[in-house]
């Protein structure tokens, strides 16, 4: 499964972001989504996750300012991030499993893209 994630850039503290992250298996649907982010120096950490049910999770340090989604018919998962601050700069990784627990574990993903970069600076 090849997933190919966009919408990263630069963006002002206070401003959003809509990331995408699209594939063009069918079996889409099947899958859950995630997404993580790595900041320089740091290691890759949840962000959020949707299942293929519609369940969604978020990580505490973006908990009330994301908002996952997924369109199953345009084979895409978003990721909007609100009110965005210094420290959500980093690149967004999106990947997909087949997982029905430990959405936060980036192990239990099979599939990831290539990233995109979030830059919040004034």
């Known amino acids: 499964v090849q997933l190919q994630a966009s919408g990263g850039g630069l963006v002002q503290p206070g401003g959003f972001l809509r990331l995408s992250c699209s594939t063009s298996y069918r079996t889409f649907r099947t899958y859950a989504m995630g997404w993580f982010r790595q900041a320089p120096g740091k290691e890759r950490e949840f962000v959020s996750a949707i299942n293929s049910s519609g369940d969604k999770f978020y990580a505490n340090s973006v908990k009330g300012r994301a908002t996952i989604s997924r369109d199953n018919d345009k084979l895409t998962a978003y990721l909007q991030i609100d009110a965005l601050k210094f420290e959500d700069t980093a690149v967004y990784y999106c990947?997909?499993?087949?997982?029905?627990?430990?959405?936060?574990?980036?192990?239990?993903?099979?599939?990831w893209g290539r990233g995109t970069l979030v830059t919040v600076s004034s």
């Open positions: 990947a997909a499993g087949i997982l029905y627990g430990n959405f936060d574990r980036s192990d239990k993903y099979l599939y």
